[in-house]
């Protein structure tokens, strides 16, 4: 345990995605510092697991985004630099709309249109591809022909957990203190200090980052907490089917082919040069991480096939080598909420990412150590 008598200059509690970074940039500053989590991460638990996850300039969730996923990048290339880790690799990505109906997606209306519209302002590049030219190049996919195809080539996608467990290393290697498996059972005041209470003691800090995930709800007054939706979400990795060559060297992608936000579904390289991971998304709400259900069943699957991939994807087997469960922390606008908790000016809170987040947490990480660090 740390030392009682301590007063640490600031605290982060929660160190998935944007804990990590923050506490990563935290530790460069000369403060003293402690990172907490309630499990030992990376971990299999949070939001920030299985394997791979898509990054892209181009955000059609808002145009505001795009300063930070062009800062995220610069950082991951600085980490990769210093350490000589992989987090980040640039595939291409392409972002297919069927064209049948409006698809919105995050809260963004027409985000095929959006996410052109900011690539062509924040000179992010690209082409714009026909549905015969996709064919072409990327035979997997079978998009009607009244579809369009936006192509970036800076995208890619990133490795989550070799993505935390690098920035913990590095904050520790410049001497900021971590504690695992280890609650925050409370906040409270004590003074000028906030007090963090753990079943193990106390911990006092001047400031905190609460950046817990969905575990945000164990510390939001009982108004607050129906703004924040956990959303149960699924990974599948399918075979690759025999004969169908290149899905090593394909993008990462996104489809969107309806009106609704879960008539989606989004996919990456294989890595194994065997199975392709691919997903859609879930609105369902659930009202706490703990009430998660965390298996898969055949029938989750067999609806996946069905509603997802039959039709649409070429070159993949009706065979789940596994299917991983983590979970969103939504917003009604999908938008990141960044504030001082309730009552507790010196606690900032930074949730949710609503299933965005991750390709922004490194510059996200940065900018917040700033904001905790004045004066």
């Not at 949070?46 to 059609?60: F, K, N, P």
């Not at 890595?271 to 703990?290: C, N, R, W, Y």
């Not at 065979?319 to 969103?328: D, E, G, I, L, R």
Request: aromatic residues 10%; glycine residues 10%.
């Amino acid at each position: 345990m740390t030392n009682p008598n301590m007063i640490y200059d600031v605290v982060v509690i929660g160190l998935g995605a944007v804990g990590s970074a923050a506490l990563f940039q935290l530790s460069k500053s000369g403060k003293n510092v402690l990172g907490i989590d309630r499990y030992d991460p990376p971990h299999t638990l949070g939001s920030s697991h299985g394997e791979t996850r898509i990054t892209r300039l181009a955000v059609g969730e808002g145009e505001d985004y795009v300063a930070l996923a062009k800062r995220s990048h610069e950082i991951w290339r600085e980490i990769e630099a210093e350490t000589g880790v992989e987090i980040m690799t640039t595939t291409s990505g392409i972002l297919l709309d069927s064209g049948t109906q409006p698809w919105a997606k995050h809260g963004s209306e027409g985000f095929w249109d959006r996410t052109v519209s900011f690539a062509k302002r924040q000179a992010v590049s690209h082409e714009i591809l026909s549905p015969k030219s996709l064919k072409s190049r990327f035979p997997a996919f079978h998009l009607e022909p009244s579809g369009k195809v936006y192509l970036e080539h800076q995208a890619g996608f990133l490795r989550p957990e070799l993505a935390i467990k690098t920035q913990l290393e590095l904050a520790r290697k410049n001497g900021a203190h971590i504690l695992v498996n280890m609650p925050v059972e409370e906040l409270g005041k004590n003074g000028e200090s906030i007090l963090i209470r753990t079943r193990e003691g106390e911990i006092f800090a001047r400031k905190v980052l609460l950046s817990a995930g969905g575990w945000i709800k164990d510390f939001l007054p009982e108004e607050e907490k129906t703004k924040y939706k956990i959303c149960r979400q699924v990974l599948h990795w399918l075979e690759i089917e025999e004969g169908f060559t290149g899905w090593k060297g394909y993008p990462v992608w996104m489809w969107g082919y309806g009106s609704e936000p879960e008539n989606f579904i989004y996919g990456f390289p294989s890595l194994d040069g065997m199975t392709v991971k691919m997903a859609t998304e879930s609105f369902i709400e659930i009202q706490h991480p703990k009430y998660l259900n965390r298996e898969v069943s055949p029938k989750e699957q067999e609806a996946f096939w069905r509603d997802k991939v039959e039709g649409k994807i070429q070159g993949l087997k009706r065979a789940f080598v596994k299917s991983v469960v983590c979970f969103y922390t939504v917003t009604v606008d999908a938008r990141f909420i960044i504030k001082p908790l309730e009552e507790m000016e010196n606690v900032l809170l930074v949730s949710a990412c609503s299933g965005h987040g991750f390709k922004h947490s490194a510059a996200l990480g940065e900018r917040l150590a700033k904001e905790l660090i004045k004066g």
